[in-house]
Nanobody
Framework: VLLQASGGGLVQPGGSLRLSCAASGSIFSINVMGWYRQAPGKQRELVAAITSGASTYYADSVKGRFTISRDNTKNTVYLQMNSLKPEDTAVYYC?????????WGQGTLVTVSS
């Protein structure tokens, strides 16, 4: 199973970005998909997650600004990030539990700076 993330980049404070992550390979069931991030000098943290039943979780720091969604027909998860702040700057990693196994995608860098 491969997870391919895209959508990172440089954005000004207050701006928006949309991350995507598509899962491919031998997949029977994707249980949970999510996004983590790791800022320089900090531990990787869970930002948002969504179950196959569309239940969601958000870190307190992104509630009301970020929205996670998924397209089960495309095995893809999205992270819509609005009202971005400099402290959102990090490498964002998608993650999925596929057939009860844990997978990571490659990171995509999000830089929020004027």
């Amino acid at each position: 199973v491969l997870l391919q993330a895209s959508g990172g980049g440089l954005v000004q404070p207050g701006g928006s970005l949309r991350l995507s992550c598509a899962a491919s390979g031998s997949i029977f069931s994707i249980n949970v998909m999510g996004w983590y991030r790791q800022a320089p000098g900090k531990q990787r943290e869970l930002v948002a997650a969504i179950t196959s039943g569309a239940s969601t979780y958000y870190a307190d720091s992104v509630k009301g600004r970020f929205t996670i969604s998924r397209d089960n027909t495309k095995n893809t998860v999205y992270l819509q990030m609005n009202s971005l702040k400099p402290e959102d700057t990090a490498v964002y990693y998608c993650n999925a539990i596929v057939d009860l196994q844990f997978y990571w995608g490659q990171g995509t860098l999000v830089t929020v700076s004027s």
